[in-house]
């Protein structure tokens, strides 16, 4: 039962742990079928070392094991609350990545302050605010989903395809779990770089608005010119 | 004699090594066997490079020398104190690794700034105060391990396995080595996050102690629900 | 045709790959034929793991496709510019490598505070001005080009074979590729070095100019007298 | 002639190139045979991948080639000074390493801020003043080595086997040169830690007196009581 995308997850899995963004279990990548209503997950608390594409779990979107003999992550009421509210992604990503998490931990969202991050990111990628103890207490992990997507009211999740959960970590998603493990590994990268920033200058100016819509659309939708496309 | 637990205490010591929080010969790593009150502990200053099983050494807890050709390791007392003090462990893990060394260096506890650190180390993780000269001159080593006590006389060794010793560098425990070596490496990401966030922010907030709590007993205790048990 | 000089490129591009200064696609390397006025450059958005020699584009400079099935660089007319403005020159680099594109975007000049920096570029290396809003919205890489030009209307570009383009990432040069790759590495490095310099000291004096000559001078021009020449 | 120290300096050059300590080629090491006055360094500007032991130099005090194809360093006049000022030493690194090219660059003494550094380099690891104009014109290389001597005019070059030169870089000795190189890899991580611990919380005080004397005596001289002799 779908295979393929079981697949892909357990790399996915494997690609964030081999590429320095995952240390121990810290982390978990997903995928959904929309046809089938189905998303595949990363089991919880499982060592990569030992981790198998049979170990992956089947749920539905009511959080129902539909199979897999292992329990989903404990992340999967967040998971499945993302694939409900941003229809057109296939793929979420979460890891506690070392430079993301700082600024997490920081309560701040990445302020775009150069072409790297506009190529990728469309303004800030922002951080949400805490959740309150009666949100903690009760139905943390779908919260945690709902705090997202609060932050993204008014936001476009295609053109800003992560999150910083302030206190916690990143979540990232893509049109599928291979997109959302790059822009994991891209939003790590301007995570280190907007610090490092902020240590040559304090608070800098952020990139001139025209800079930005020019790098994200060079490379994003119908007049993109970067690339074989 | 102790066979197993030499191969665990001479395993866990090239773990330190590979997962470079140790530099040189400066860590070490031991486990105590409760039902004979004996302890394995590398040998003081011996290359990880030619290190084997066979050169662990087997004292008991006067300090004594049971088994082995080498010199202990020179913070045996530490060890030795913190096995008589904490019942519960089986094994510890002393390194310098970079980040946590420099909170110690800084005389800093590592304050509980996100969930990374809730999920594995209850609260902050403790800074000793200065030993006093009349303690640095006589006994060093088993003060050293006394003014890791005095710092948990108030505090849970095992929600918190791990402390900074002020000046010098981190000592973790767990129930057996494993799990101390496992510490000694969250200790070691955490200590960088907590870094990094302060060049973020400044002196930021601590995470709320709602959230601190249902991080850290999603995974521990009775109610824990990460994982497969 | 032009065999060589592809071949060339195309080691160049996996070498600023393989030195850790490009992350996914995220930088290229060039060279030119002075005497057939034809540049080899990288094609745009082809990842690295499936690059080969023959997928290197042939431009005039026009900008004109002399050879080569994929499309070139978007960066394309930034290099021309610069092999048209730099007569001296024989290979360029960009990459967004980490510490450099850290002071591009803090739109600072990495100043020389030390011999390191001193041997290899002379006096600070620039941080250009950002492009203004028509500047971008027109021919943007042409006019990244200028201002790179621009700013080296005061300065020597064989001295200081490097820029950090405001807002964006550096670029270097050399009179192969081979040295841009070469002078890539060294502005990273630099960079680093600079940064880490402020963290010590804060706003730090630079290198006395006589200290800076002795050591440009050392190792350049006709009274060099480091290496085996 | 000298086969065995030049084997042993060719391998002291591949190490600290292997430990991450020079990039390309800045670095040098070199070894003296007191019997016979004569040093083997290190050719001048040769990549590291094409070194072989037959390409070191042997020189004599009065800085003349003996043996060998290629020009020695072109730092050969400061180690030549330092073999005649520090008697007991028979090895001598020179490297550009990231953190304490740092401390050279912000002009300041690492202090000594815990007991990984008191255990090797006793006191602050110092800093020369900045060359005068005169000293850069004439005889720059001796001139380097003399402001050496100066710097430790009033300390103990065996106890602190290590400087910083003003807006250069780190230069370390030993016993042998093997133990040169160990002390280069000690003072770039000690430079990394006392870097951190200033960011975690400033001006910070430096470890008590009584600890630092502990330290560096538990490992050092008569009463020594770390490692197995």
Known sequence: MLNKLKEEVYKANIAICESGLVKLTWG??????????????????????????????????????????????????????????????????????????AWAQACRSIPCFGTTHADHFYKEVPCTRFLKAEE??????L????????????RDYQRTPGVLVAGHAPFTWGKDVKDAVKNSIILEEIAKMACLTLLIKGETQVLPEYIMNKHYFRKHGKDAYYGQK
Chains 1, 2, 3, 4 share one sequence.
Do not use: Q
Request: aromatic content about 8%; proline content about 4%; charged content about 25%.
């Open 143 to 154: 919260n945690t989903g709902k705090i997202i997507g609060e932050t993204f009211s008014t």
């Open 28 to 101: 978990n990548a997903s995928a959904i079928s929309r046809e089938e209503g189905l998303v595949v997950i990363k089991p919880s608390g499982v060592d990569y070392s030992v981790l198998s594409p049979d170990d992956m779990v089947v749920v539905d979107l009511e959080e129902r094991v539909v199979e897999g003999r292992l329990k989903p992550s404990s992340d999967t009421p967040t998971h499945i609350f993302l694939y409900r509210s941003f229809r057109e992604i296939g793929g979420i990503v979460h890891t506690h990545s070392t430079w993301a998490t």
């Open 136 to 141: 903690v207490e009760n139905d943390y992990e």
